[in-house]
């Protein structure tokens, strides 16, 4: 079982960001990055599949400048046994120029799964596992929250609005994976050892054609500070009458 | 002219709230760029019946397929279907609801098309040559402004971000042929809960519980505080399904479902941030927890502080009593 899993390097998000001087991105000053959350779930999916079977291996690949090394030996760390930086300098926000850049990758792979987080916690589009399965030609299953694989199939769940759909596909495929499946695992201290000495390959990016661009990145509106009316039982009455004539849902 | 064409959501053969919200932003849309609203419609047999309900909210022509396979979503075959009427056409946009079955159905058609795509799209508007849209991004902490350049352009639309309005269309239906039986991507089977409860994409209130209420058992506090309301969903924070308190499919926030609804009632949630980014965009949010100092209470509208097994019941039969009188 050979399988590539895309990981994305992201900002950690429990921060209040400010906006870059070009209106155009968050200013990065103090930030801290790490593996965007769904990736994380989909490397520990994946090496969870390959321990289960007892055969395989896991690669990882991410596009970006040098900075993404660190996020791949992460995940080497984790367990994969090899990655690749696709390199260029500005990661374009367009999903299209993304994918061709990962399917030129991923094409004489021979993988039998390639794996997404189903979207990047900053862009949160979730549209670049699609355009890769298109251009491969492979069936694609987005976001599971659990995955099967055996004798050459897989099964998985997705959820839906109020309940869940059971999902049966042949291998190779692209899945993209939902949380729930696995909490990703720490890296130990051997396997951050370890991942010093595996290979971390580093080729130029083929980015594809972008149609698509951010032309201005602002805060949302604040909203005004709440307001305490009252303690216990007793604050009822006066929160009723609020609902029914001030915010009048009542 | 050039037309718009929405995806209508359909679910058991029944319409979702979702469908007449693509509708209406694709009736503004042909509006503005004096073209036709085309509907697809995909279900089992006897989905057809419900175009008139689409052509209600300006559809024009309803493209209807119907085949038994469609009783479960057919993520491939409906892709390929809305892709080949939009490459045989003259269309403009694609609109989709950034729902569950959306987010996946939206790029998919935008990957078979090559087009451009924006998802969970909260606002949109159509230019010359460039769509704008606006996009939150960062879990909900920014905004950012997207142009798509190129011609069709795919849109996904954030629930609840347009309010379905009515507005007559021609309404022509045309049959399309489609059978999802040969499709490599298979779903098996639909699981649902209570058909009955309203889903929390499209209930007006929700009622949250979070780990104050301690057991599962007390999430009868936070229904029967629903049921008071008559027209509210209940939702949970992480911790609680986490815990198996609650399905998964009710958390709300960063990596659960984003909701906006007219009222979100937090009972017993501390308001951490990763649920905050699922629920800030409320219109009005109420705080019910002991511990004043509690971040939701920076949120909220109207903040109580104090037990909630004492003050969830006495709101339960204050809103009873409210709803009562009001009748
Ligand atoms: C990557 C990541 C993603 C996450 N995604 C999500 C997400 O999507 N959604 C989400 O909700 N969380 C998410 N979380 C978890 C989040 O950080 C919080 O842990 C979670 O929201 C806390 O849930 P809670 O408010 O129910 O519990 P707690 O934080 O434990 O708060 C319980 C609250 O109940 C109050 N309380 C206790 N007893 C009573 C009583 N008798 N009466 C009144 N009040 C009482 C307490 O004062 C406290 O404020 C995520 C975390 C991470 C790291």
Request: charged share 20%; aromatic share 4%; net charge neutral.
């Amino acid at each position: 079982m050979k399988i590539a899993v895309c990981i994305k390097r992201v900002p950690e998000m429990d921060v209040n960001f400010k906006i870059a001087a070009s209106g155009k991105g968050v200013d990065e000053a103090g930030l801290k990055w790490d593996m965007s959350d769904f990736d994380g779930y989909a490397v520990e999916a994946a090496l969870q599949l390959t321990e289960k079977l007892g055969a395989g291996e896991v690669h990882v690949i991410s596009l970006g400048g040098d900075v993404v090394q660190e996020t791949l030996r992460k995940a080497l760390s984790m367990g994969a046994a090899k990655a690749v930086q696709l390199k260029c300098d500005a990661v374009p926000y367009d999903a299209f120029a993304i994918a061709a850049a990962l399917a030129a990758e991923l094409k004489a792979g021979g993988y039998d799964l390639i794996m997404f987080g189903k979207m990047s916690i900053d862009g949160a589009n979730g549209v670049t596992q699609f355009v890769v399965a298109e251009l491969l030609g492979l069936p694609l299953v987005h976001a599971c929250s659990k995955l099967e694989i055996a004798g050459g199939k897989g099964t998985a769940r997705r959820e839906i609005e109020g309940g869940g759909e059971l999902v049966a596909f042949p291998l190779p495929a692209v899945v993209s994976i939902d949380e729930g499946i696995a909490r990703p695992r720490y890296p130990s201290l051997k396997g951050i050892m370890a991942a010093k000495k595996k290979p971390l390959e580093v080729r130029p990016a083929q980015l594809g054609e972008v149609r698509l661009t951010v032309e201005k990145m602002e805060l949302p509106p604040a909203r005004a500070a709440g307001r305490i009316i009252g303690e216990g039982a007793g604050a009822v009455p006066e929160l009723v009458k609020l609902l029914q004539t001030e915010a009048k849902v009542l | 002219m050039p037309n718009v064409l929405a995806f209508a959501e359909a679910r058991g053969g029944e319409l979702r709230k979702v469908a007449l919200e693509a509708v209406t932003a694709a009736r503004q849309v042909a509006d503005q760029v004096g073209g036709e609203v085309h509907a697809v419609l995909v279900g089992p047999a006897g989905v057809a019946a419900k175009a008139a309900t689409l052509a209600q909210y300006g559809a024009d022509v309803v493209l209807v397929a119907e085949h038994a396979g469609f009783a479960n979503y057919a993520p491939e075959t409906t892709a390929a279907l809305v892709a080949d009427r939009v490459k045989g056409g003259d269309y403009r946009a694609v609109i989709f609801s950034a729902s569950q079955q959306g987010k996946d159905l939206a790029p998919r058609t935008a990957a078979r098309l090559g087009c451009a795509i924006a998802t969970d799209v909260t606002s949109f508007s159509v230019g010359g040559d460039a769509v704008i849209v606006t996009h939150p991004g960062y879990t909900g902490k920014v905004v950012q402004t997207l142009k798509l350049v190129g011609t069709p352009v795919v849109l996904s639309l954030r629930p609840g971000s347009v309010s379905p309005a009515a507005k007559a269309g021609a309404g022509r239906t045309e049959q399309v042929a489609a059978d999802p039986s040969g499709a490599r991507v298979q779903v098996t089977e639909t699981i649902l809960g209570d058909s009955k409860k309203l889903d929390l994409g499209e209930a007006p209130i929700i009622i949250s519980g979070g780990r104050g209420l301690k057991a599962a058992e007390h999430f009868k506090l936070v229904e029967d505080l629903a049921a008071a309301f008559g027209n509210a969903a209940v939702g949970a924070t992480r911790a609680v399904t986490d815990e198996g308190w609650r399905p998964h499919s009710d958390q709300i926030g960063q990596t659960g479902r984003l909701v906006s609804p007219e009222l979100y009632v937090a009972v017993g949630i501390s308001g951490a941030i990763q649920h905050l980014a699922g629920m800030r965009t409320s219109k009005c949010i109420v705080a019910i927890n002991k511990d004043k100092e509690a971040p939701i209470f920076k949120v909220a509208d109207y903040g109580i502080v104090g037990d909630v097994f004492e003050v969830v019941p006495a709101l339960t039969a204050a809103v009873q009593q409210a709803r009562q009188s009001s009748h």
